[in-house]
């Protein structure tokens, strides 16, 4: 060999042992993808002069103000036992901060203080209730509306809150079936939803000396919200609606007649998600429709190009509006991708300059995350299901051992964005699908009727066809392929070693609903009314009680025979957690090989990073040994 060729075949060497090693994805540690945030919950006070938000400082969470021009920055609180579950600026330099008592639900305190941390005060003390502001603007510089069931646990009544001395004064009483309240953009309460548990009707009333008129009922499959009331017509509300039509669109309700006066955007194919009104100029900006991705539709030329401004500023990267102020000149953006967790963002739209304010999750490398992308297939019954594929980095997607992760439920969606889950399993080296199976939101209400009482049935089908779609493709191993889940999600992945233990190798749940029953009984006080809605999608468990026992994953222990992961908060008040000792308990009796382990959902942010970590290692180790090493 030739001195030249010799170094020739060396650079080749060289160059293929070094993109062989570039090709090496290196194994993130687990605590890196479940991070809190160091900075969260962004406000901007009405002004646009100043900007709120929750910082973790010594493993505490607590409330800080920015000056924006000068930069000065001021801590508001110093907690130590209890942490701030949600802040809001009520003027330009009064805040109020909710806080929430550890290990105790729905519990909270209301404190007001300024923006220099000073006169702090306690508005109101709800050991028992549960309490949550309706319109954070300030009526009168010292009432807020706040609603509360002081009165009665099951509904909430709506209350006029002096913040100057803290005295609350009932507004308008709850006769038992109201379920929401909403006011206008001067705070007035003008229109109220009631419900039966499966029917919704809209009250309404032109000023608060009237008294609230119904004006339209619909089922409860029926998609009728209201967005805004407009400024400039009278008695008229935009609502996104699916009335006489399958996918939601942007109409005017016309609060006099009940009737739709006009359509303002509608597509037979696309779903509308969402919608943007801007108070200053007293108009709808723009709607958001959802397939794959979401994707905004401009209904005002000015919103459009305010939008076409910061698409260049923000590149190849979604973004959400998260708060702005009244001038809508100051605004906090959030950005993500499918591969970045993302950022926030403060931007002037006067000076057209862009300023970074934290990341969501600063160990997070874009460049090792992975791509989720759309899939679509048919089920047995010929109805066509979406989700999403999630392939490790630098492989070629054949024969992948495969994580199967259903959404939890009822109806909810998988949608387009960074998932700290998919990156994780992804980064372990697993192929992740995301499947949006009948009864899933998004899709018409035609396919979200389509899952109601199909828990264990046709649900059921709907994942164990994309798993055997993606088999046939050839990009999953069938001997290794696992389903987690949780929530309902968790039930589904229960659902599927009863069911399909030839198609699974193990599953795994994650707080999951294991007995119907006991998911019905955990349905808090609040949400009674709604009762009758949760009977139709999920089961009556008086008329229906052989179905419910049938689908329920804890009556059907002694076909489980594939290893079994369950862990779960033994505080947490919406399950029983002793479905998952006697499930457990079944299991080891029979010697199926089972994981269970406890977590702590703490309120304190230390804790909940702690519990994670603990988790997701032995969730990791438990896959690793039935997918991996066999």
Not at 28 to 56: E, H, M, T, W
Not at 508 to 514: D, K
């Amino acid at each position: 060999m030739t001195v030249e060729k010799k170094y020739i075949w060396l650079v080749l060497l060289a160059f293929f042992f070094a993109c062989n090693t570039g090709n090496k994805v290196a194994v993130i540690p687990v605590n890196d993808f479940f991070k809190s945030q160091d900075k969260a919950s962004y406000r901007i006070s009405p002004d646009g002069k100043s900007l709120s938000y929750l910082k973790l400082q010594d493993k505490k969470q607590n409330l800080f103000v920015e000056d924006i021009a000068s930069g000065k920055i001021v801590q508001l609180t110093k907690l130590q036992e209890k942490n701030i579950s949600f802040h809001s600026w009520v003027s330009n330099d009064e805040l109020i901060y909710y806080k929430e008592k550890e290990g105790v639900r729905f519990q909270s305190d209301i404190f007001i203080i300024n923006s220099e941390g000073k006169d702090e005060r306690q508005l109101s003390s709800n050991a028992k209730a549960r309490i949550r502001v309706l319109e954070d603007q300030l009526i009168d510089n010292k009432f807020l509306l706040v609603l509360s069931n002081q009165r009665d646990s099951t509904v909430s009544d709506v209350y006029r809150l002096n913040v100057r001395d803290g005295e609350m004064q009932i507004v308008a009483q709850n006769p038992g079936n109201i379920t929401n309240w909403m006011t206008d953009s001067k705070g007035k309460l003008r229109m109220a939803i009631s419900s039966d548990g499966v029917n919704e009707t809209f009250l309404y009333r032109e000023n608060e000396a009237q008294k609230f008129k119904a004006i339209i009922t619909n089922n409860f499959k029926t998609t009728l919200f209201p967005v805004a009331f407009s400024e400039n017509k009278p008695n008229i509300v935009y609502a996104v609606s699916d009335v006489n039509r399958d996918k939601n669109a942007l109409i005017e309700l016309d609060c006099i007649t009940g009737k739709e006066k006009s359509v303002l955007f509608a597509n037979d194919t696309l779903n509308v998600v969402d919608a943007q009104y801007s108070r200053r100029k007293g108009k709808m900006e723009y709607v958001v429709g959802e397939t794959w991705k979401k994707q905004k539709h401009y209904l005002d030329d000015t919103a459009k190009l305010f939008y076409e401004k910061l698409d260049k500023l923000l590149p190849k990267t979604e973004y959400r509006v998260i708060d702005r102020d009244k001038n809508e000149n100051v605004f906090v953006i959030r950005t993500f991708t499918d591969r970045n967790p993302g950022s926030y963002y403060l931007y002037i739209a006067a000076t057209g300059k862009l300023k970074k304010l934290s990341d969501n999750n600063s160990a997070i490398n874009e460049d090792q995350m992975c791509e989720m992308k759309p899939i679509s297939y048919t089920s047995r019954d010929g109805l066509k299901i979406n989700g999403y594929l999630t392939l490790p980095l630098n492989t070629d997607a054949k024969n992948l051992p495969l994580i199967v992760l259903p959404h939890n439920g009822p109806g909810q969606r998988n949608t387009w964005g960074y998932n700290a889950e998919v990156q994780f399993f992804a980064n372990r080296g697993y192929a992740v699908m995301q499947i949006n199976y009948r009864g899933s939101t998004g899709y018409g209400k035609n396919f979200y009727a389509a899952g109601f009482k199909q828990w264990g049935g046709k649900i059921q089908d709907d994942i164990d066809d994309g798993v055997k779609w993606l088999i046939n493709q050839k990009v999953a191993n069938p001997k290794k392929i696992a389903i987690y889940g949780s929530g309902f999600g968790g039930y589904i992945a229960m659902s599927a070693a009863i069911k399909s233990p030839q198609l699974y190798k193990c599953a795994a749940s994650n707080s999951g609903v294991l007995n119907l029953f006991s998911y019905l009984n955990s349905i808090p006080p609040f949400l009674k009314s709604n009762l009758q809605m949760f009977y139709e999608i999920v089961g009556n468990p008086i008329t229906e009680a052989d179905y419910m026992s049938q689908v329920s994953p804890l009556f059907h222990a002694d076909k489980i025979n594939i290893p079994i992961f369950i862990t779960q908060n033994i505080k947490d008040p919406r399950i029983n957690t002793n479905d998952a000792l006697r499930l457990v308990k079944e299991l080891k009796k029979r010697n199926v090989p089972v994981t269970y382990f406890e977590k702590e959902d703490s309120h304190f942010v230390s804790k909940r990073e702690e519990s994670r970590q603990k988790v997701y290692s032995a969730l990791e180790q438990f896959l690793d040994n039935n997918l991996k090493k066999k």
